[in-house]
C-alpha cells in the first residue's frame, strides 16, 4: 500500500482505531477470510443500526466525536456515526476517511429549524471507504428502525456505489437535497467546522440541544 495511502488506516485524536473498545466491535463483526468489501459491509449495517440516531446527541467537545466514546454511548448524530465507521474500518485494515456535506432537510420539524434558525444542515458528515481501487461513500446516520418508523427508505450500502441520502422518502416527499461538497478528510476537521458552526448557527444553538432529550417527536428530526 501506498505512503499516501497510509494515513488513512491511522488513529487519530477521533478516529481512535487503536482503541481497545474499537477492535473488539470489529472482531465482533468481521470473520477471516473475508474480503475488504465484505468486511466494510458487515461493518456498515452494524454501526448504521447498533447505533440509534440522535441529533440531539449533539456536542461539540472533542470527547464526543471519538469513535470510543460513540460506542460507550450507543447512539450518535451523523459525525460520530460516521467517525465510528471510519475507525473501524481502519482497525479492520480498509483505509477510510470522513467526508463531509452541506444538505438541506425537507423534512425537518419546526422544533428542529427553530433551534437551528435552518432546514439546511452544514457539514453533514459521512464515511469515504477504499474499496477495490476507489474511494466509496458510505451514510451510516440512520439506523433501520427510523426509517421504518418514519416511512424513510433506508440506505443500503454494497461497497461498490456511493451510499448517500435519498432524495425522496416512501410516500415520494421531497427528504434530502445535497446543497455543496465540503471534501474529504483524513481526520476530523474540528476547528473549521466549529468555526462555521459559530458563525452559521450562532453559539447558542449547542447548549440549547443540551436541554433535549431523544423522544418520538426528535426521531423525526432526521437532518444530520
Known amino acids: ?55 440531539y446527541s449533539f456536542r461539540l467537545e472533542e470527547e464526543s466525536f471519538k469513535a470510543s466514546t460513540t460506542l460507550e454511548a450507543g447512539l450518535g448524530w451523523c459525525v460520530p456515526k460516521a467517525i465510528l465507521l471510519a475507525a ?7 483505509p477510510a476517511k470522513l467526508g463531509f456535506a452541506d444538505v438541506k432537510n425537507h423534512l425537518s420539524t419546526e422544533r428542529m429549524r427553530q433551534q437551528m434558525k435552518t432546514d439546511v444542515f452544514h457539514w453533514h458528515g459521512y464515511t469515504s471507504i477504499f474499496l477495490e481501487g476507489q474511494w466509496v461513500k458510505a451514510t451510516p446516520a440512520f439506523n433501520i428502525e427510523l426509517c421504518d418508523k418514519f416511512g424513510l427508505k433506508p440506505l443500503e450500502f454494497t461497497g461498490r ?16 437535497e445535497y446543497l455543496q461538497e465540503r471534501g474529504e478528510y483524513a481526520d476530523l476537521p474540528l476547528a473549521e467546522m466549529l468555526s462555521d458552526f459559530d458563525r452559521l448557527y450562532g453559539p447558542e444553538m449547542a447548549e440549547s440541544f443540551k436541554e433535549h432529550s431523544f423522544d418520538k417527536d426528535v426521531a423525526k428530526e432526521v437532518g444530520s
Open 88 to 94: 473501524c474500518c481502519r482497525a479492520a485494515g480498509i
Open 161 to 176: 456505489e456511493d451510499s448517500i441520502y435519498h432524495e425522496f422518502d416512501k410516500a415520494g416527499n421531497k427528504h434530502m
Open 1 to 55: 500500500m501506498s505512503d499516501t495511502m497510509e494515513v488513512y488506516l491511522q488513529p487519530t485524536t477521533t478516529i481512535d482505531c487503536d482503541h481497545a473498545a474499537v477492535q473488539a466491535y470489529v472482531d465482533k463483526h468481521i470473520e477471516t477470510g473475508q474480503s475488504d468489501l465484505e468486511k466494510a459491509v458487515a461493518l456498515y449495517y452494524a454501526v448504521r443500526d447498533d447505533f440509534r440516531y440522535d441529533p
